[in-house]
């Protein structure tokens, strides 16, 4: 079976351009998750996604965006790129359990996006 | 404030021995913990959970403990063997509309032949 699979692997942006980077969840998972995680660190949450409509968002500013397609892949997009945006970027699925249970997260291998 | 930490940043064991990594949580209305486990180059790996109503849960050579009291989680590690090298990360859980995950900033664990 396969996983949740990311693109692209790698990614390498100047200063001030835009970047969109994909995912596609597992079959069956209709919730999406993205979260960042720079070198070092834990990962941190940034959207969460379910029947294309946003449920979640973390503390990250409005250059931040995404949206679910209906066959629940995803997209992130990141606009005028810091130098501190450089990190991995995660995607995560799950089957949502509508709030009465936990269900497991599995992620992608991710995105590695360096800034210069 | 929602934090999930980490006491050691990192673990070194000999192989065969039992490892322990611990995890402080500060976040009482949090309904999950998870231990995840990072390869490099590679997303994270759910390994086991712990729902909070509980207070110990084993799994394949994993043990998660978890003491509500000290907020305190532990992931145990039976038997180590090389190829459980990785970062663990905890991560707890609240069972709202965004089903968000908040980790702790890692434990790196390095196994001795």
């Known amino acids: 079976d396969a996983g949740v699979t990311q693109s692209p692997t790698h990614l390498i942006k100047t200063r001030g351009q835009h970047v969109t980077l994909r995912c596609s969840p597992i079959s069956g998972h209709k919730s999406v998750s993205w979260y960042q995680q720079v070198l070092g660190q834990g990962p941190q949450f940034i959207f969460q996604?379910?029947?294309?409509?946003?449920?979640g968002r973390g503390n990250f500013p409005d250059r931040f965006s995404a949206r679910q397609f209906p066959n629940y892949s995803s997209e992130l997009n990141v606009n005028a790129l810091l130098l501190g945006d450089s990190a991995l970027y995660l995607c995560?699925?799950?089957?949502?359990?509508?709030?009465?249970?936990?269900?497991?997260?599995?992620f992608g291998p991710g995105t590695r996006l360096t800034v210069l | 404030g929602e934090s999930v930490g980490l006491h050691l940043p990192t673990l070194s064991v000999q192989e065969g021995d039992n490892s322990i990594i611990n995890c402080a949580y500060s976040n009482s209305a949090s309904d999950y913990f998870i231990w995840y486990k990072q390869e490099s180059g590679k997303g994270p790996q759910f390994i086991i959970d712990?729902?909070?109503?509980?207070d110990k849960r084993q799994g394949q050579r994993v043990t998660v403990l978890l003491n509500k009291t000290v907020k305190h989680l532990s992931l145990q590690i039976a038997a180590t063997q090389p190829g459980d090298s990785a970062v663990y990360f905890c991560a707890e859980n609240l069972l709202d509309s965004s089903y968000k995950l908040i980790f702790g900033s890692g434990t790196r664990l390095l196994v001795r032949p």
């Open positions: 996604y379910y029947e294309k409509e946003e449920r």
């Open positions: 712990i729902r909070s109503n509980m």
């Open positions: 995560a699925s799950r089957i949502p359990s509508g709030g009465s249970s936990y269900n497991e997260q599995f």
